[in-house]
């Protein structure tokens, strides 16, 4: 019987041959590509590598400090309270040598809102400083002191807001903020038994004053004596402690009047006018460490006095790292260029800092000085 023949069975490649196909493109694509990258490895290896041979590749710097902390903070949260001044105050002013000053008004220390008040009119008038009052002709204080002396003379006037708060309220206008302190002309704090005053005829127990206390006489802190020297001294540091930029003194000086019998005490030798330097001398030690500058004010009458009596010597051998020289002897007559002429030997001229005090010819003058280079000026 016959077997009937099977038909011929077809093998089919396509599928098998396709697979092939597609895995040897990819195995020359990842070829390919690791070759490419190898290239641009070893070109980006070879370049440094050559200069190093040549000794033309010169080493990166090392980051610096600042630069570490500059680093730093441009990557801190800037919502990060504890990054800034805790006292919520604004960056203070650049300090500069160039100003326009006005005197604040003592009934404007009343409070931190009407010092700003006063400081915002000043700033819309031009100004972009502030003079403050801190201790006046009397001996009052007009900031929270800590100093003892002035605590237990009941020197403090009361209410009196902190030399911070003062500082701030001026700061938040954005103007620089001066301290001016009344120095040797103190009827207060002055006496025998604080040993910072004049004795009468140097007898002990017995305070000098520069006239009959009946007739309005007064006592002076006495520039020989280190508690005097101290005292200033220490008020001066609160208020740089504070943040002022510039301590201006005021009456740096004598009394106006004959002292054959005011005892000086030990003088260790030096001159009148010495003692007044020494004063500024320590008030300067006192402050510059903390930042701020001295201006030792003169009074421009006694460039022509005869008796020279405030300084018991000429206005040029007074010594200070500035001066503010105060026009009050400006009249209608004066000559501008003569005046000008008489200050430039005891400052130069460019580094005074002139104190206004509302004279008709006031602008004239200040012209006069701008011209000659003056930078600075206070307006009473």
């Given at each position: 019987m016959?077997?009937?023949?099977?038909?011929?069975?077809i093998?089919?490649?396509?599928?098998?041959?396709?697979?092939?196909k597609r895995?040897?493109?990819?195995k020359?694509?990842?070829f390919?590509?690791?070759c490419?990258?190898?290239?641009?490895?070893?070109?980006?290896?070879?370049?440094?590598?050559?200069?190093?041979?040549?000794?033309?590749?010169?080493?990166?710097?090392?980051?610096?400090?600042s630069?570490?902390?500059?680093?730093?903070?441009?990557?801190?949260?800037?919502?990060?309270?504890?990054?800034s001044?805790?006292?919520?105050?604004?960056?203070?002013p650049?300090?500069t040598?160039?100003?326009?000053?006005?005197?604040l008004?003592?009934?404007?220390?009343?409070?931190?809102?009407?010092?700003?008040a006063?400081?915002?009119?000043?700033?819309?008038?031009?100004?972009?400083?502030?003079?403050?009052m801190?201790?006046?002709?009397?001996?009052?204080?007009h900031?929270?002191?800590?100093n003892e002396?002035?605590v237990?003379?009941?020197a403090?006037?009361?209410?009196?807001?902190?030399?911070?708060?003062?500082?701030?309220?001026?700061?938040?206008v954005?103007?620089?903020?001066?301290?001016?302190?009344?120095?040797?002309?103190d009827?207060?704090i002055?006496?025998?038994?604080?040993?910072?005053?004049?004795?009468?005829?140097?007898?002990?127990g017995?305070?000098?004053?520069?006239?009959?206390?009946?007739?309005?006489?007064?006592?002076?802190?006495?520039?020989?004596?280190?508690?005097?020297?101290?005292?200033i001294?220490?008020?001066?540091?609160?208020?740089?402690?504070?943040?002022?930029?510039?301590?201006?003194l005021?009456s740096?000086e004598?009394?106006n009047?004959?002292?054959?019998?005011?005892?000086?005490?030990?003088?260790?030798?030096l001159?009148?006018?010495?003692?007044?330097?020494?004063?500024?001398?320590?008030?300067?030690?006192?402050?510059?460490?903390?930042?701020?500058?001295?201006?030792?004010?003169?009074?421009?009458?006694?460039?022509?006095?005869?008796l020279?009596?405030?300084?018991?010597?000429?206005?040029?051998?007074?010594?200070?790292?500035?001066?503010?020289?105060?026009?009050?002897n400006?009249?209608?007559?004066?000559?501008?260029?003569e005046?000008i002429?008489?200050?430039s030997?005891?400052?130069?001229?460019?580094k005074?800092?002139?104190v206004?005090?509302?004279h008709?010819?006031d602008?004239?003058?200040k012209?006069a000085?701008?011209?000659?280079?003056?930078?600075?000026?206070?307006?009473?």
């Amino acid at each position: 019987m016959l077997k009937k023949s099977k038909g011929m069975k077809i093998k089919r490649y396509s599928k098998k041959w396709n697979r092939r196909k597609r895995s040897t493109l990819l195995k020359w694509f990842v070829f390919t590509a690791a070759c490419l990258f190898l290239l641009f490895i070893g070109y980006s290896v070879m370049g440094p590598v050559m200069d190093y041979m040549r000794g033309t590749l010169e080493p990166s710097p090392p980051m610096s400090s600042s630069d570490r902390t500059s680093h730093s903070e441009s990557e801190s949260d800037p919502n990060n309270s504890d990054s800034s001044d805790s006292s919520g105050d604004p960056a203070p002013p650049a300090q500069t040598v160039e100003f326009n000053a006005k005197l604040l008004p003592q009934s404007a220390l009343s409070s931190a809102a009407a010092i700003t008040a006063f400081c915002e009119n000043a700033k819309r008038e031009g100004f972009d400083a502030i003079v403050i009052m801190m201790k006046d002709q009397n001996g009052n204080i007009h900031y929270q002191s800590a100093n003892e002396l002035a605590v237990s003379r009941a020197a403090i006037v009361p209410g009196s807001i902190t030399a911070a708060e003062i500082h701030s309220a001026v700061n938040q206008v954005q103007m620089r903020s001066i301290a001016m302190i009344h120095t040797l002309n103190d009827n207060l704090i002055s006496t025998w038994a604080s040993e910072n005053t004049y004795l009468y005829q140097n007898n002990a127990g017995t305070t000098w004053y520069d006239r009959n206390p009946a007739n309005g006489g007064r006592k002076w802190l006495n520039p020989y004596r280190t508690a005097a020297r101290e005292y200033i001294s220490s008020l001066a540091g609160e208020l740089a402690d504070a943040g002022f930029a510039d301590i201006l003194l005021y009456s740096v000086e004598y009394p106006n009047v004959e002292m054959a019998n005011a005892g000086l005490g030990e003088t260790s030798g030096l001159t009148m006018v010495q003692a007044l330097n020494l004063l500024v001398s320590d008030v300067e030690t006192a402050v510059k460490a903390k930042g701020a500058n001295v201006i030792n004010s003169f009074y421009t009458s006694e460039l022509d006095s005869a008796l020279q009596r405030r300084y018991r010597a000429a206005v040029s051998e007074l010594k200070a790292d500035g001066f503010a020289p105060i026009f009050d002897n400006l009249t209608d007559q004066t000559d501008i260029a003569e005046l000008i002429g008489k200050i430039s030997a005891v400052s130069d001229i460019s580094k005074i800092t002139p104190v206004f005090t509302g004279h008709a010819r006031d602008q004239e003058l200040k012209q006069a000085l701008e011209g000659m280079g003056v930078k600075t000026s206070i307006q009473q």
